[in-house]
T-cell receptor, first 116, second 118 residues
């Protein structure tokens, strides 16, 4: 299977600063990497994703980079705001099920706190 | 678009009873639905994958007779926790992938169901 490592487990930043969360994966066959934001008591919300044929993707204040050679991908949030405070999960999709959809392997999560 | 709902949002039951949780894709047809459980301050653990009209595929260590999954239509999957015990107390989350031609497709998550077994 796949093993996804995520760092740091907690991250505190001042409002307006940037935040970076990094993940590594073990199986080079993984080909889809979504990031989810989870607020307390709620389900994960997809915030950005990247496929293995792309090196970088940006959506307003959020960007994701992928280095397939090194097998790592990162989430970058610029101009952070207090409402960005949440737990962020990275995931990797390993297509290991033949004719059916692959499964997502999640990192352990990063608790981001943005101080006003 | 791509909204997934769950019902109920929370449930409290007595030990030994069964609880059913519904997962619906509201504005799209879902080829595949996934069921996860999440303990406090931990990551999501995949329990099972279900495809419409076929038996669910359970992850290793998940008891299929205890966690019954029914994927009756392209918009509805249910998880029934049978003979629930306090250790089954957890946050249960479903996700759904759109019906499409490509195999790599985005999973959209429901809001979760908090189960507490007394």
């Amino acid at each position: 299977g796949e093993n996804v490592e995520q760092h740091p487990s907690t991250l505190s930043v001042q409002e307006g600063d940037s935040a970076v969360i990094k993940c590594t994966y073990s199986d080079s066959a993984s080909n889809y990497f979504p990031w989810y934001k989870q607020e307390l008591g709620k389900g994960p919300q997809l915030i950005i994703d990247i496929r293995s044929n792309v090196g970088e993707k940006k959506d307003q204040r959020i960007a994701v980079t992928l280095n397939k050679t090194a097998k790592h991908f990162s989430l970058h949030i610029t101009e952070t705001q207090p409402e960005d405070s949440a737990v962020y999960f990275c995931a990797a999709l390993l297509d290991d099920r033949g004719s059916t959809l692959g499964r997502l392997y999640f990192g352990r999560g990063t608790q981001l706190t943005v101080w006003p | 678009g791509a909204v997934v709902s769950q019902h109920p949002s929370w449930v409290i039951c007595k030990s030994g009873t069964s609880v059913k949780i519904e997962c619906r894709s509201l504005d799209f047809q879902a080829t595949t639905m996934f069921w996860y459980r999440q303990f406090p301050k931990q990551s999501l653990m995949l329990m099972a994958t279900s495809n419409e009209g076929s038996k669910a595929t359970y992850e290793q260590g998940v008891e299929k007779d205890k966690f019954l999954i029914n994927h009756a239509s392209l918009t509805l999957s249910t998880l029934t926790v049978t003979s629930a015990h306090p250790e089954d107390s957890s946050f249960y989350i479903c996700s759904a992938s759109r019906l499409g031609q490509i195999r790599i497709d985005t999973q959209y998550f429901g809001p979760g169901t908090r189960l507490t077994v007394l």
